[in-house]
T-cell receptor, first 116, second 112 residues
Framework: GAGVSQTPSNKVTEKGKYVELRCDPI?????LYWYRQSLGQGPEFLIY????????DSGLPNDRFFAVRPEGSVSTLKIQRTERGDSAVYLC??????????????FGEGSRLTVL | QKEVEQDPGPLSVPEGAIVSLNCTYS??????FMWYRQYSRKGPELLMY????GNKEDGRFTAQVDKSSKYISLFIRDSQPSDSATYLC????????????FGQGTTLQVKP
């Protein structure tokens, strides 16, 4: 597709369950980002990949959160032992460049996670 | 105190009005300044991207950066109902890796 694709668009889970959110970036974009947006707030940075490696994971809130990008394209954000406070929209973005000159970030529509 | 402050609004204006949206920030290391527009249940899309201080114009949109005051603005001329959305300011430091600090967002409604 032409844009950043995120699946699922909506996910409802129970407290304590494991969740995976997938992001398919724009073809050829080397940099990929995960942000989290709570209701009424701006997006908050979680993690940034340049190629296959996590260049900056300083925004991950704790060790329940983990993300991978094994082949430098699709990325998966994994959340273990979900808590109600994890409820938010998880946004993925990609950019044709990452290091020193990211320029425009292209965002997907997000995965809306609700933890009951 | 948040690094980036933005009045959440909502801001309601009549069609054709000039809209002024603003953000203040505390981190003097910020070098890149952006405005994103976000429609309901959609991802943010970039409107304006500026480096350091100065003005930038693109159609009906003008972005201003005043680093001495740590203040940025977005002006929308001849506002249209289709401009109704949440406007997010965002900033990054000199490394500009795409790790952005966003404001809370201002919700704008343009009434026909």
């Amino acid at each position: 597709g032409a844009g950043v694709s995120q699946t699922p668009s909506n996910k409802v889970t129970e407290k304590g369950k494991y969740v995976e959110l997938r992001c398919d970036p724009i073809s050829g974009h080397t940099a990929l980002y995960w942000y989290r947006q709570s209701l009424g707030q701006g997006p908050e940075f979680l993690i940034y990949f340049q190629g296959t490696g996590a260049a900056d994971d300083s925004g991950l809130p704790n060790d329940r959160f983990f993300a991978v990008r094994p082949e430098g394209s699709v990325s998966t954000l994994k959340i273990q032992r979900t808590e109600r406070g994890d409820s938010a929209v998880y946004l993925c973005a990609s950019s044709p460049r990452g290091h020193r000159g990211a320029g425009e970030l292209f965002f997907g529509e997000g995965s809306r996670l609700t933890v009951l | 105190q948040k690094e980036v402050e933005q009045d959440p609004g909502p801001l309601s204006v009549p069609e054709g009005a000039i809209v002024s949206l603003n953000c203040t920030y505390s981190n003097s290391a910020f070098q890149y300044f952006m405005w994103y527009r976000q429609y309901s249940r959609k991802g943010p899309e970039l409107l304006m991207y500026t480096y350091s201080s100065g003005n930038k114009e693109d159609g009906r949109f003008t972005a201003q950066v005043d680093k001495s005051s740590k203040y940025i603005s977005l002006f929308i001329r001849d506002s249209q109902p289709s401009d109704s959305a949440t406007y997010l300011c965002a900033m990054s430091g000199s490394s500009n890796t795409g790790k952005l600090i966003f404001g809370q967002g201002t919700t704008l409604q343009v009434k026909p």
